[in-house]
Structure formats: C-alpha cells, structure tokens
C-alpha cells in the first residue's frame, strides 16, 4: 500500500500552523466533535472575529472542512485531505477534549446557536 506523503515545505506550514495553542486544541476537538464558531468563542473565551480567524487558517489549509446547517456553519475535520494522515498522527499524542464539550454540554451551550 502506498502511502500519501506530502512536501515539507506543506508539511511545515502544516505543523507551524498546529503549533498554535488554539488552533491545536480546535483540531483535536474536531477529531471527535463536529463544532460551530460559537462553541469555540465559548471553549476559549475569545471574540468571534479571533475565533473565526483561526477556523479560516485551519480552513485554508484544508485541514477543517465547513458544512451549511441553515444560517449556521458547522466545521469538521476534512478527513479525506492528503493532510488528514499527518495530523491523525499527530492528534494521537493530544489529550482528549471531549471534556470541554461536556462542559458546554452542562452550561447549555452546545450549539445553541444552531437550535
């Protein structure tokens, strides 16, 4: 079986892009939930605009993949980009996240946006 490799110059873009905090956490988050904005504004108690900055990196990237529910976006790991292998390989080594989705879960907030 061949495996998918990509260009390093792609891959470093890649892990300087992970390398981020924020942008880790999402993905990781992303592994196993499928998010809006809104939950991350809350996750992270940051503003929308940061919070949609970093979604359109991950995005641009073709790391997060976006679908249409009505007004709202859902973002989702884009699990059939080239790059999924690298950052699943990487996401093993991550904590689980699942933890800040129950919290939402408990405050009511997940997504309450999209009800």
Same mark, same amino acid.
């Given at each position: 079986?061949?495996?998918?490799?990509?260009?390093?110059?792609?891959?470093?873009?890649?892990?300087?892009?992970?390398?981020?905090?924020?942008?880790?956490?999402?993905?990781?988050?992303?592994? !196993?939930? &499928?998010?809006?904005?809104?939950?991350?504004?809350? %996750?992270?108690?940051?503003? #929308?605009?940061?919070?949609? $900055?970093?979604?359109?990196?991950?995005?641009?990237?073709?790391?997060?993949?976006?679908?249409?529910?009505?007004?709202?976006?859902?973002? !989702?790991? &884009?699990?059939?980009?080239?790059?999924?292998?690298? %950052?699943?390989?990487?996401? #093993?080594?991550?904590?689980? $996240?699942?933890?800040?989705?129950?919290?939402?879960?408990?405050?009511?907030?997940?997504?309450?946006?999209?009800?």
């Amino acid at each position: 079986m061949l495996e998918a490799t990509i260009e390093i110059e792609r891959a470093a873009l890649l892990l300087k892009l992970l390398g981020d905090k924020t942008r880790l956490t999402m993905v990781k988050m992303l592994d !196993s939930n &499928d998010c809006c904005v809104c939950e991350f504004v809350e %996750v992270f108690k940051a503003s #929308q605009p940061a919070i949609s $900055q970093h979604v359109r990196k991950l995005k641009d990237a073709g790391i997060v993949t976006e679908t249409r529910r009505g007004q709202w976006i859902i973002y !989702s790991l &884009d699990k059939s980009s080239d790059y999924y292998p690298l %950052v699943q390989s990487l996401l #093993q080594h991550i904590p689980n $996240q699942n933890y800040r989705i129950k919290e939402l879960e408990e405050q009511g907030l997940r997504i309450s946006c999209c009800e």
